[in-house]
């Protein structure tokens, strides 16, 4: 899990919402972020949606393509009305999610987190 003190000041301004249904991974999704020193919002439930817009603004999102949540395509369609950079993560073939949501960051399970910190890095 990378973080340095240079990464920390270069998100700090940051803020993340995370749609993760697995905890293990949330949970390491928030503290790889955390010591960036971004904040991390945590997106449990679809109908948050628009309160996360208006409590925040969001710099970057991590979505599970898999979530077990009704509506995925909602979420992702909203992330990107609002033009937050959304980076996607799965456990199912890279290629066809690619194919399923073309222009996005796709990251396959487990993430290689320094790859991550790239793309939020060249957010």
């Not at 003190?5 to 949970?27: C, D, G, T």
């Not at 710099?59 to 979530?67: G, K, M, P, R, S």
């Not at 609002?82 to 073309?102: H, M, Q």
């Amino acid at each position: 899990m990378p973080g340095s003190a240079a990464q920390a000041l270069r998100f700090r301004s940051h803020a993340v919402l995370i749609a993760e249904p697995n905890p293990l991974f949330a949970l390491d999704l928030m503290a790889t972020f955390g010591s960036w020193g971004a904040e991390v919002e945590m997106l449990r439930d679809l109908d948050e949606v628009s309160q996360q817009f208006t409590s925040c603004a969001l710099t970057a999102a991590i979505v599970d393509v898999n979530l077990p949540l009704e509506g995925q395509e909602r979420l992702i369609d909203a992330l990107r009305e609002n033009r937050v950079p959304t980076a996607l993560t799965t456990t199912t073939l890279r290629k066809s999610i690619s194919d399923r949501f073309p222009g996005y960051a796709v990251f396959e399970k487990p993430v290689d987190f320094t790859a991550l910190a790239d793309w939020f890095n060249d957010l």
